[in-house]
């Protein structure tokens, strides 16, 4: 995707062609700073702190930083402690995990001397592969927005937090279909949940559908069910950090009630993720996908432009009050309309999953 006209893809290799690139999303919107990950511990870093974020993307970035590490030492004492670090940084999403295992699945078999080599190849075909799905995601969401088109309006979308191209190596999931329709041309308009307490829809979403032209509207987190009682809203479309064999999906905090909203408004409600998304080791999302308890102060604290153009944190909260801060939540398969994956749609649930993917029989 673009910034001012420039390709970007979200993580890439630096002209040494050793070292990594990605953006620092912790800086967006107020300015685009390019990171250099050279070290094992700098990736985990990026991963942890959120400078790189988003289910794809963390698992492209953590195949990298596994690429640096075995730089520092390729032994396999080493290589698998490096991968496990790698994998502690962020506990919800799955994408990180079905990486490094692809990595090391690939590199257990591979002779010391060549390991180097053969990851960064793996990596870049992570990366690539990623790209190549979030484009499918967009071709197979794009029906959907083709089928809401309605004269005189344009096609109303609200979305959850950041599942655009800062979430993946490229496109995006949730915006994958919103930028495929609009490049086709198609009249449409994005309500860009804040998605408190980390704002990552008004700081990365509304920043990348503007930096692309796509027309969009931030909104707080709590409006969403009024526009879905006036007509406003035609669908809704999120992406997931993790979604069980059975549809339920993990996403950032406040999807499930948006779910409740638009089941309550029949307004369809779809989440868009590439395979490497689904756990197909879980039945039970809602019990058993891990939820993410981040810091107290991503809720008591908020970060912002002064009027004099400083970047600010301040507290908001009185300071004898506690926060409690789960970074997501699970939308039982019930209340999703369907699944938007590489290889099409299907009903949020086993059979529609499994009719997709046959060979997870």
Known sequence: MKIDGIAYRSVWLADDRWSVHILDQTKLPWSVDILRLTTRDEAAHAIKSMQTRGAPLIGAVAAYGLCLAL???ASTDAMERDAALLNATRPTAVNLAWALN???TRLRNTPVAERVATAYAEAALIADEDA???EAIGRHGLKLIEAAVRPGRPVNVLTHCNAGWLATVDWGTALAPIYTAFNAGIDIHVWVDETRPRNQGAALTAWELGKHGVPHTVVADNAGGHFMQ??????VIVGADRVSRTGDAANKIGTYLKALAARD????FWVAMPSTTIDWTLTDGVRDIPIEERSAAEVTDMTGRLADGTIA???VVSADSPA???AFDVTPARLVTGLITERGRCSASEA????LFPERQ
């Open 71 to 73: 730089r520092a030492d």
């Open 102 to 104: 692809r990595m090391l």
């Open 132 to 134: 190549a799905q979030n």
């Open 230 to 235: 006036h007509d406003m809203v035609d669908l």
């Open 265 to 268: 408004n029949n307004v369809p």
């Open 313 to 315: 944190t301040m507290r």
């Open 324 to 326: 409690a801060n789960p």
């Open 352 to 355: 529609g999953l499994l009719s």
